[in-house]
């Protein structure tokens, strides 16, 4: 494990302050509703969004922040209208989110962008020393070994969001490194499932927005429904465990109950259980190691009847495959991996791109782009250099 997880830590009362990187976002502002359970134990600073003037306004309104920013420049003039009159700075673009990021009096970092626009941020929060509440999974698939070299170095914490590494990070706690064997993520295999792969080119964006058991944002419900979402969790794992991708498994779980497993030397095995619901994997990463009372929804035990798993159909769900084969590659190609799906996504959700061609453009990218070099620069230029690749297949596609 990452020697930034620290186990002893003493219980404070003291107020936490945060930094909302997302604020309007799923993750965002399901972390908002928690600091509305615990207003005299959490404390706003800074809140950032990417397009979204009216509800980020509003959400300043309520939680009074010192610094509010806008990711996308254009839309500075609009936001300052929105917020005449209200007492705090307002900043734009990626040097906004920056400031956000680093913010003085700030304790927790939650990382809510989405993709590859968390990772400067991510890091500018633990040149600062900080506790990373990381729902960006994209910032350690794309760089984990600099963000694992960043965090020894700055002495700054990272705890996972996600539901997954958050059910492995918690059946961790109190266990020494060496004793863990293998790691398992559980997937609920997304609404295709039980679809026969014939009819997977004919699936809409409309379909594939309707997950069985979580609701979440537009991409990453598009990521659970080709198990991109899967693949990404497994290089993030591997990175936040320090853990040998051939010592992580997933398995198909359709109940989303358990919500992952760590195996043992000694052959037993550590589940966490809970309802599909983000709001205890935000808190735990926020309040750790403490646990807070909260009227979250509890599991109905009379009401479960079975927990099935089976093993996923890589031939069905090429993502998830493609996802352990550039993690073996090394290099660029899990930055590749990432930008190619983000504009793949972006362009199914849009019509321009088939379901299995979200598959296909990735693979055709990996392995054209994919090459050595693990530095910030060569990672942002493969992801720029991937990001025009993609456009131009289905711009080309398409006409």
Known sequence: MLPHIRIAVAETDSVKNLAVLGSTGSIGTQTLDLIRLYPNRLRVRALTAGRNVALLARQAKEFGPELVVIADESLAAELRAEMAGVNCRIAAGPEGLLEAASLDR???????????????????????????????????VVAGGLIA???????????????????????????????????????????FRDLPAADFPNITPQ??????????????????????????????????????????????HPESIIHSMVVFADGSTKAQLGVPDMKVPIQYAITYPERWAAPHERLDWTAISALNFQQPDLERFPCLRLAFEVLALGGTAPAVLNAANEVAVARFLSEDLSFTGISALIEQAVARLAGPGDTLDALRAADEATRRFAEEHVRVATH
């Open 149 to 191: 070299e960043a965090v020894r170095r700055d002495g700054a914490e990272v705890i996972p969001v996600d539901s997954e590494h958050s059910a492995i990070f918690q059946c961790l706690v109190g266990e020494p490194a060496e004793s863990v064997e293998r790691l398992i993520l559980t997937a609920s295999g997304g609404p």
């Open 106 to 140: 700030v304790d927790t970092v939650v990382t809510a962008l989405m993709g590859y626009a968390g990772l400067e941020p991510t890091l500018a929060a633990i040149a600062r020393g900080r506790r990373i509440a990381l729902a960006n999974k994209e910032t350690l």
């Open 207 to 252: 379909r594939a927005l309707r997950h069985p058991n979580w609701d979440m944002g537009a991409k990453i419900t598009i990521d659970s429904a080709t198990m991109m979402n899967k693949g990404l969790e497994v290089i993030e794992a591997r990175w936040m465990f320090d853990i040998p991708a051939e010592n992580i498994s997933v398995v198909v």
